[in-house]
């Protein structure tokens, strides 16, 4: 009797070492992928950073909203419609107006992070590329 439930044991723990060694596989590959996707670099770096702060990654957030590219109207005009079809006094889900809220909130981060540093304004009365006179 014991010899059978020796047995068992080995066997359970052999079948959970492979799901698990399986699993780990997938999670390696994924997460391989998602950093091609990312870009590498800086701009890969700044992509992982706005996921982890916002716990979601644009596509999670564009999958929320129903919107293909990052266009700001349709954004605002999707978010506003999921925004209050979801309202909890209207009968709708907290939890689902919250995730609409965080995607948002996901895409408006990309769009700061992607946007063009603003240039310095020349001063016109600036002492630069005028000699000096003595």
Do not use: C
């Not at 780990?24 to 706005?50: C, D, F, M, P, T």
């Not at 996921?51 to 929320?64: P, R, S």
Request: glycine fraction near 8%; proline fraction near 4%.
């Amino acid at each position: 009797m014991a010899k059978y439930i020796a047995q068992i044991i080995v066997l359970g723990t052999q079948i959970v070492g492979r799901a698990f060694a399986r699993a780990l596989k997938q999670e390696i590959a994924a997460s391989q992928e998602a950093a091609k996707r990312a870009g590498g670099g800086q701009q890969g770096q700044n992509r992982v950073a706005a996921n982890l702060k916002a716990g979601m990654t644009l596509e999670e957030a564009q999958q929320i909203l129903n919107v293909t590219k990052l266009d700001p109207q349709e954004i605002q005009k999707s978010y506003e419609h999921l925004f209050m079809v979801n309202d909890k006094a209207k009968g709708g889900s907290f939890y689902l107006q919250s995730k609409v809220f965080r995607a948002k909130e996901r895409i408006d981060q990309e769009f700061k992070q992607n946007k063009p540093p603003e240039k310095p304004q020349d001063n016109a009365g600036s002492a630069e590329g005028h000699p000096e006179r003595k």
